[in-house]
């Protein structure tokens, strides 16, 4: 299992980081701190199984980083959590209806973190079935 | 401020008065001319007046003496008949009774009497021979003589190489009635008088215009001298007269005629007179008045300068006004642009360190609690409570600015609903205090939904929070209608109010109790006012009937327009 953490505070990512560690993900992490270096990731290397994305990013926001994630046909099936301090509807409708799987806002402090690190191993790792992710190579072969 | 310097109304007031001087002394000279050339002309008419008057008598001198030349030169050529040669007192009989003179004598050139007739006067002639002899002839004053007074004339006559003067006397009534006749025309004047006066001042004749006989006439008329030809005299009622004077020839008479100068002049007088000055003094009048108006025009047009400048300056002030109040506006814009971003800041940049530090410290303490010393794990505690209660004062203030800053909304919100939400949010409070929450029908009332929930928590979670340590907290919340307005009140058995600070607790972060003692922000009551002023209302605290304090909100009717008790009476249905 892959999971990419798309999140631009460092003291955010490492909370997550820990909080991620503490519920055992701790093998499957990868980081990208602003939405062109995750687009770049995402392009570039084996697709992940799940992307936990923050929507207030610097240079390219959470928002484009969704947007293009769904118009990619080899990303466009990727399970996205969004994961933002937003409590706006307006962020919350875009997200969904951009097809983000899941929106949720940060919590505030450690315990509370861990609780959604915890619940999104139950329910992303452990419970749900997600489809294979296509690797680049191949979409170029079959290209 | 330069010492020379003149108000521009003071300076236009000065010109005003300046102008308005000179036309009035142009118009004082225009006008004095024109009074002096009326009043020269009006007293050379009266003078004119008055010699007409005076030649009048001249005229009549002339008319009389040439009468008398043709009267007495007829008698002159009779006498030249009839006494050349020896003259008889039977002869001069004779003709004293043909002619109806009283005697008649006839003297030779030297004054020797030649022949009388009968009663002849030993002096007959005495005073008129020499002036025959040198005139031709001549005419006495009024002689007294036995009988009756007569008048004495001498008529010179020639006789071979000499001549002889012949005396006649005549009664004086012959002499008036020709004179009166004479005189008549002399008055026509209402009033005017004329005599004939001798040389002793005796009156020979008088007529009156309009008087049948005359007065006598005064002394200054008798007496005056031959030489004093005209004059003014006052009259026995105290009436200016005019009189002229004429010297009869031949005679030592004079032609005295007197007027009242009243109706000489009354050809240059009455309205003649009076109207030239009457529009002399109207224009006079109408001149000030004129000068008077250029003065105020002059002024008032200072004023109107003035009231310009003024005008201008205020407009100015108003244009400056209207530039700080768009500056005011702007400002007003910003604030409420800053407060915005105030918010968004609170939200986002200071909850994201706020989030790092909260984050961080239950991290050290989940995992290194019991690994460090006893006070690393209480600081760590101290650091998540002051992390926590940082967090509810930017929830607090969130709340706050979102009240000014959202746009109401207006509904009919049913506060019992209402009432049931806010019980819903406030459980985890409600079982923790163990508290009781009651309430009365509560009426429809018309706002904004959100504010009007978040206004009904904060002050029920106020009214258990307040409460003594071991009593169970009992909020309750009813309303009544007050008229035009409904009342909500919140009672509570908490710990009450001191009076004192029942204004102040609306303050912004007033509290009256320490957070240890009380948690809270001190911005709770703050939003609940803000919510209530929004709505148009009002709120205060008050302590309670029975302990405790009430918290009393006024909706007016304003707002609360389609109010209904729906459930006053639920036991109706």
């Known amino acids: 299992m892959r999971i990419l953490v798309v999140e631009d505070l460092g003291a955010d990512a490492l909370l997550f980081r820990e909080a991620l560690r503490d519920a055992g993900l701790a093998q499957s992490l990868s980081f990208a701190t602003d939405g062109a270096e995750a687009l770049d990731k995402l392009r570039n290397e084996p697709a992940p199984d799940l992307l936990l994305l923050d929507l207030d990013l610097p240079r390219v926001s959470g928002r484009e980083v969704l947007d293009g994630v769904r118009r990619d046909p080899r990303l466009r099936m990727l399970p996205v959590v969004i994961i933002t301090t937003s409590p706006s509807p307006d962020d919350i409708h875009f997200a969904y209806e951009h097809h983000a799987n899941a929106y949720m806002r940060k919590p505030n402090g450690y315990l509370a973190l861990s609780g959604v690190a915890e619940a999104i191993r139950d329910f992303w790792i452990r419970t749900a079935i997600l489809p294979q992710p296509v690797h680049p190579q191949a979409r170029l072969a079959n290209g | 401020m330069s010492g020379d310097y003149q108000h521009p109304a003071e300076r236009q007031r000065r010109r005003g008065n300046a102008l308005a001087l000179a036309f009035l002394a142009i118009a004082a000279i225009g006008l004095g001319v024109g009074a002096w050339q009326l009043a020269r002309s009006q007293s050379h008419d009266r003078a004119d007046l008055r010699s007409r008057y005076s030649s009048r008598a001249t005229v009549a001198t002339a008319l009389i003496d040439s009468l008398f030349r043709l009267a007495y030169t007829q008698q002159g050529q009779q006498a030249a008949q009839r006494f050349s040669g020896h003259v008889t007192r039977k002869g001069l009989a004779a003709y004293a009774k043909r002619n109806q003179v009283s005697y008649a004598a006839v003297l030779s050139q030297t004054g020797q009497l030649i022949a009388a007739s009968p009663g002849t006067p030993p002096d007959a002639g005495k005073t008129v021979a020499a002036r025959a002899v040198a005139k031709g002839l001549a005419v006495s004053d009024l002689l007294r003589r036995p009988g009756a007074p007569v008048i004495e004339s001498a008529v010179r006559y020639p006789v071979a190489k000499h001549v002889r003067i012949l005396v006649t006397a005549s009664p004086q009534k012959v002499y008036t009635a020709f004179l009166n006749g004479s005189l008549r025309p002399l008055v026509p004047v209402e009033g005017g008088d004329a005599y004939m006066i001798d040389g002793r001042g005796m009156v020979l004749a008088g007529v009156s215009a309009n008087r049948k006989r005359p007065p006598t006439p005064s002394a200054k008329l008798v007496k005056g001298s031959a030489t004093d030809r005209s004059g003014f005299f006052d009259g026995r009622e105290g009436e200016q007269n005019y009189f002229a004077r004429a010297q009869q020839p031949q005679t030592p008479w004079r032609i005295v005629i007197s007027a009242p100068t009243r109706s000489l002049y009354r050809p240059a007088s009455g309205v003649s007179r009076w109207l030239p000055w009457v529009v002399i003094g109207l224009l006079g009048a109408a001149l000030l008045a004129i000068a008077g108006l250029v003065r105020r025009a002059l002024a008032a047009s200072g004023e109107i300068a003035v009231a310009n400048e003024r005008l201008e300056s205020s407009q100015a002030r108003l244009r400056e006004t209207n530039v700080e109040l768009l500056q005011a506006n702007t400002e007003l814009q910003r604030s409420n ?129 307040f409460c003594a340590p071991g009593v169970t907290p009992h909020v309750h919340v009813s309303a009544e209608s007050r008229g035009a307005s409904w009342r909500v009140m ?21 509290r009256l109790h320490s957070a240890d003692e009380y948690p809270g922000t001190g911005i709770g009551l703050a939003i609940c006012k803000k919510i209530v002023e929004r709505h148009g ?37």
């Open chain 2, 537 to 573: 209302g009002e709120i205060k605290i008050e302590p309670g009937p029975e302990g405790g304090s009430v918290v009393t909100v006024d909706l007016p009717s304003g707002v609360a327009r389609k109010l209904r008790l729906e459930h006053q009476e639920p036991a109706a249905t």
């Open chain 2, 490 to 510: 919140v009672t509570d058995n908490g710990i009450g109010i001191d009076p004192d600070h029942a204004t102040r607790v609306f303050e912004m972060f007033h």
């Open chain 2, 337 to 465: 642009a800053e407060l915005e971003q105030f918010a968004y800041v609170a939200s986002h940049d200071l909850s994201a360190p706020l989030r790092a530090v909260a984050g961080f410290s239950q991290l050290l303490a989940v995992r290194y609690r019991g690994r460090l010393d006893a006070n690393a794990d209480q600081f760590i505690d101290h650091m998540q409570e002051g992390v926590d209660r940082m967090q509810r004062i930017i929830d607090d203030l969130l709340a706050y600015s979102r009240v000014e800053r959202t746009a109401l909304t207006p509904e009919d919100v049913e506060l019992d609903t209402v009432l049931e939400e806010v019980q819903r949010v406030l459980k985890p409070e409600i079982a923790e205090r163990d508290a009781t929450i009651t309430s009365d029908p509560l009426p429809v009332v018309r706002g904004d939904r959100g504010q009007l929930a978040q206004l009904l928590q904060n002050l029920v979670a106020n009214g258990m929070k």
